[in-house]
C-alpha cells in the first residue's frame, strides 16, 4: 500500500480516512464502556470485566491509528494502519463473539468499503482474508449458539448503520474531490496545450493576436472577470498595462494605466520579487500603510480578489500576468498558482523569442551606435519609394552627407567624444526632415537621407537647405565647442537613376 501511487486518495484525504477510522474506533470504545450502566451488567462480574476490556481494545486501537499518522515515512505508515484494521477484525469478532451471528460479523464489511478507495488492491484481499479466516475460527469454535437480544445488540445495530453511512460520506466526498481534480487536471493540460500549440509560431505580426488569445483563455478556465498583463521597462522603471481580457459585463481597463513608475507600487513589486506572487482574497483588507496606493487602485477598478505571478527571464522580471475577480470574491489552490505559473512561463519564452528576433533584426537593419537604419534598411525603403513613384509619377531624392573636418573631433576628444557629435547629427537630422523621409548612417561620418514622396524638384532644394543649417550652431561635446561643416550631393529619381545602388553611387559622386 504506496500512498504516493494512489490514484484516489491524495495526502490530505489520505489523512482524513485515518482519522475518521481512528474515532470509529474510539467511538466504539465510548459506546462499550456505556454498556457497563445497563441493569443487565449490574452485579455481573463476568460482564463488566469483558466490557473494560473490550473497550480498552477498541481505544489502543484507535489511539494507535491516530499516533501512526506522526510517522513521516508513507509506506510504513500505512502499513501501520492496515496492520491496525486488520488487527481489530478478530479482536472485535472474539470479544463479542455472542453477538457475531447478528451483529458483528458486519464490521468487515466497513473496513471492506473502506479499501476500495485505495489503488492497491492488496488492503482489500487481506481484508477480506482476514475475515473469512475470523468466522471460520468462530464457525469451528463456536457452531452453535443460542443469541440473546438485548438493548446493547440494538445499540450496536445502529451504531454499524451510523458508522457505515458515515464512512460512506467520507469515501464519496473523496470520490467526487477527486473527480473534480481530474477533469481540472484534464482541462488544465487541454488549456496547456492549446496555448503551447499557439505560441510555438509567435512572431511580432501575430503577437498581439495570440497573447490576447492567450489570456481569453485564461479568464474563462478560471472563470475570472479579468485576466491581463503587464509589462515592465526596467530602463525606465515603469509597468505599463500592455494586455487585457474581460468578461462580457466588466468594464475595461486596458490604458489605463500606461508608463506608470514601479515606485508607485512599492507593496506590490516587493511581493512579485521576494515571493513570486500576489494573492488578495480580499481586496479591502490589504494593508493600508503598505499597500496604500495598490488597494486605492484596485478599489477604483471594483476588484474584490487577485491573483498575480511574474513573467520571469533567466535575467529579470519582464512583466506579471492577473486575474482580478470583480462581481464575487475567489480563491485560488495551489495547483491553480502553478498552472499559472506555467503559463506565464510559457508566455516569457513567446516574448523572449521576440526580443531575440528584434535584436536580431535590429543588428540586422539598424546602426548601433546612432539607432538609424544602415545601408542595407536604407536601400529597401529607397526601392519601395521608387516603386511607389513610378506609380504617382512624383520625384525621389537621395542626398548623400558627410562631415567635413571629422578627423580634428577624434583627434581632439578622442572617439568616444566623436561617436557623441555623430549622435547629436543623426538626432538632429531626424528633427528636422518629415516622417515619411529616412535618415540613414551610411557608413563613419557619412549619412544618407531619403525624401520620399516630391511634387517638385525644387523642394529638394529647401529640404537641403535644411540640412545644412544643423552646422550653423557649434556641437558641444565634453565642454568642447566644436564648428563642423557638412558636404551633400543630391540625386534625383527618375533624372539621375532608376534604382536604389545608381542613385546612392550618383549622390556620392554628386
Known amino acids: 500500500m504506496n500512498g504516493r501511487d494512489d490514484l484516489i486518495l491524495t495526502s490530505a484525504s489520505r489523512f482524513k480516512l485515518y482519522f475518521v477510522l481512528s474515532i470509529l474506533f474510539l467511538t466504539g470504545g465510548v459506546i462499550t464502556s456505556l454498556t457497563y450502566f445497563f441493569p443487565e451488567q449490574m452485579g455481573n462480574a463476568d460482564g463488566v470485566k469483558a466490557t473494560i476490556y473490550a473497550s480498552c481494545v477498541l481505544y489502543l486501537i484507535g489511539i494507535a491509528i491516530m499516533l501512526f499518522q506522526m510517522v513521516e515515512r508513507h509506506g510504513l505508515r500505512d502499513f501501520l494502519v492496515l496492520g491496525a484494521m486488520l488487527l481489530s477484525i478478530p479482536i472485535t469478532s472474539l470479544i463479542f463473539i455472542e453477538y457475531s451471528a447478528i451483529t458483528v460479523w458486519v464490521f468487515p464489511l466497513i473496513l471492506i468499503i473502506v479499501s476500495l478507495v485505495f489503488s492497491s488492491r492488496a488492503v482489500l484481499l487481506s481484508i477480506t482474508v482476514i475475515a473469512v479466516l475470523t468466522q471460520v475460527t468462530v464457525f469451528i469454535s463456536e457452531p452453535v449458539n443460542l443469541v440473546y437480544v438485548d438493548k446493547f445488540d440494538y445499540l450496536l445495530r445502529i451504531f454499524i448503520l451510523l458508522l457505515a453511512s458515515g464512512i460512506g460520506v467520507v469515501i464519496n466526498k473523496i470520490y467526487i474531490s477527486r473527480l473534480k481534480e481530474n477533469i481540472h487536471q484534464a482541462n488544465s493540460q487541454t488549456l496547456l496545450s492549446k496555448v503551447s500549440h499557439k505560441f510555438i509560431r509567435i512572431d511580432k505580426l501575430n503577437m498581439n493576436d495570440i497573447i490576447c488569445n492567450m489570456l481569453g483563455l485564461i479568464g474563462e478556465f478560471f472563470d475570472m472577470d479579468r485576466a491581463y498583463i503587464f509589462t515592465i521597462n526596467h530602463k525606465a522603471q515603469t509597468m505599463t498595462y500592455a494586455y487585457e481580457w474581460c468578461a462580457s459585463d466588466v468594464g475595461e481597463e486596458e490604458g489605463s494605466i500606461a508608463e506608470v513608475p514601479l515606485s508607485m507600487f512599492p507593496w506590490w513589486m516587493k511581493k512579485l520579487n521576494e515571493e513570486g506572487l500576489v494573492y488578495v482574497e480580499d481586496v479591502s483588507k490589504m494593508p493600508d ?199 551633400a550631393g543630391i540625386s534625383v529619381y527618375p533624372v539621375d537613376g532608376e534604382d536604389a545602388e545608381v542613385l546612392i553611387k550618383n549622390a556620392d559622386i554628386a
Open 289 to 487: 500603510e503598505e499597500a496604500e496606493s495598490e488597494k486605492a487602485q484596485l478599489t477604483q477598478q471594483g476588484v474584490k480578489s487577485l491573483l498575480v505571478v511574474p513573467i520571469q527571464t533567466s535575467a529579470e522580471m519582464i512583466g506579471f500576468v492577473g486575474l482580478d475577480a470583480v462581481k464575487d470574491f475567489a480563491k485560488w489552490s495551489e495547483e491553480d498558482i502553478a498552472l499559472l505559473n506555467i503559463l506565464a512561463n510559457i508566455l516569457s519564452d513567446g516574448l523572449t523569442k521576440i526580443k531575440s528576433e528584434n535584436e536580431i533584426e535590429y543588428m540586422a537593419y539598424y546602426d548601433h551606435l546612432t539607432g538609424l537604419p544602415n545601408r542595407t534598411l536604407f536601400t529597401d525603403r529607397l526601392n519601395q519609394a521608387i516603386g511607389a513613384a513610378s506609380r504617382t509619377e512624383k520625384f525621389v531624392a537621395v542626398i548623400f552627407m558627410d562631415l567635413d573636418g571629422f578627423k580634428v573631433v577624434n583627434d581632439t576628444i578622442g572617439h568616444s567624444g566623436g561617436d557623441q557629435v555623430l549622435q547629436i547629427v543623426a538626432h538632429n537630422l531626424t528633427q528636422i526632415l518629415r516622417k515619411t523621409d529616412t535618415v540613414a548612417r551610411f557608413g563613419g561620418d557619412e549619412f544618407l537621407i531619403l525624401v520620399n514622396n516630391i511634387e517638385e524638384i525644387e523642394e529638394i532644394t529647401k529640404v537641403a537647405d535644411k540640412v545644412m543649417e544643423i552646422f550653423k550652431k557649434p556641437f558641444a561635446v565634453e565642454g568642447h565647442e566644436f564648428f563642423l561643416t557638412g558636404s
